[in-house]
T-cell receptor, first 115, second 112 residues
């Protein structure tokens, strides 16, 4: 089946720094990818839709200047958490829809801890 | 506002028990409902349901959708400790966008 990878799997950074998370579709092209955030014991919350070749679409309440999304190619989307704060600590997951089905393929997630 | 509600929030059973997880939804322009199993990392796909009354089955897991009453159930029979996970229900409310709304999940723990 289709595979989506994320890098890094885990990152710890200091307050005020920026962190970039990569999401790659390994064996298929993804013109659209989705970024989710999941706090402990809570469900996945859609943050934004990443569109190849155009601007990302952000969900209500998500700051686009804080969570920069770049979909530079058909296999890569990046999420940059700028000026990170401890409240940004969370599990970030990306996904990409399959071309032949309605299901989404999720990456393994990135656990961000901001100290 | 679109929403997906799952119940119970958590459940503890013993191996061999049968469990039923519930997912109700209120969304516009329903397209599909999906069930995922999440252990420590990203969710893994279980079922996709689009039509009422048609049961999807995979081993000890099965699921059915009721579009009239706006809910779905996920059944797990003869539970095993490996079934311990969070089970997520997601609904795609807009046609063709793949934008899913997730429920809060049901945390299942199966004791040996």
């Amino acid at each position: 089946g289709a595979v989506v990878s994320q890098h890094p799997s885990r990152v710890i950074c200091k307050s005020g720094t920026s962190v970039k998370i990569e999401c790659r579709s390994l064996d298929f092209q993804a013109t659209t990818m989705f970024w989710y955030r999941q706090f402990p014991k809570q469900s996945l919350m859609l943050m934004a839709t990443s569109n190849e070749g155009s601007k990302a679409t952000y969900e209500q309440g998500v700051e686009k200047d804080k969570f920069l999304i770049n979909h530079a190619s058909l296999t890569l989307s990046t999420l940059t958490v700028t000026s990170a704060h401890p409240e940004d600590s969370s599990f970030y997951i990306c996904s990409a829809p399959g071309l032949t089905s309605y299901e989404q393929y999720f990456g393994p997630g990135t656990r961000l801890t901001v100290t | 506002e679109d929403k997906v509600v799952q119940s119970p929030l958590s459940l503890v059973v013993h191996e061999g028990d049968t469990v039923t997880l519930n997912c109700s939804y209120e969304v516009t322009n329903f397209r599909s409902l999906l069930w995922y199993k999440q252990e420590k990392k990203a969710p893994t796909f279980l079922f996709m349901l689009t039509s009422s009354g048609i049961e999807k089955k995979s081993g000890r897991l099965s699921s059915i959708l009721d579009k009239k009453e706006l809910f779905s159930i996920l059944n797990i029979t003869a539970t095993q400790t490996g079934d311990s996970a969070v089970y997520l229900c997601a609904v795609e409310p807009y046609s063709g966008t793949y934008k899913y709304i997730f429920g809060t999940g049901t945390r299942l723990k199966v004791l040996a």
